[in-house]
């Protein structure tokens, strides 16, 4: 299934944290806080400003990026987990 966001949507999907285990401490998965990191999967046009022009996203498939904690929508594609959110959203492109 192909999934286009439209606007200055980004569809984003987590990456996954490192498990790293300190003193033998084993955190189960429903303790674990979201991942703060995520890859963009794809993007809207961009967008529009008073005038009637589009505006660019600065964000491009591909890059990776900080988001905030309850950023954004859920949603299920296929099998896998991703997050809508407007380019607003996105904190900073790690590069």
């Known amino acids: 299934m192909k999934v286009v966001p439209l606007h200055d949507r980004v569809l984003l999907k987590r990456l ?3 498990e790293v285990k ?5 955190i ?5 806080e979201k991942p ?3 890859e963009v999967i794809a993007v809207g046009k961009g967008r529009r400003a008073e005038d009637g022009s589009v505006l660019p996203m600065e ?3 591909g890059d990776k990026v900080l988001l905030g904690k309850y950023s ?3 949603v299920t594609i296929g099998d896998e987990e991703h997050v809508i959110v ?3 959203e996105i904190l900073a492109i790690i590069s």
């Open 16 to 18: 996954e944290e490192k």
């Open 22 to 26: 300190k003193g033998g401490i084993i």
């Open 28 to 32: 189960p998965d429903t303790a674990k």
């Open 36 to 38: 703060l990191e995520a």
């Open 59 to 61: 964000v491009k498939k």
């Open 72 to 74: 954004g929508t859920e």
């Open 86 to 88: 407007r380019e607003d």
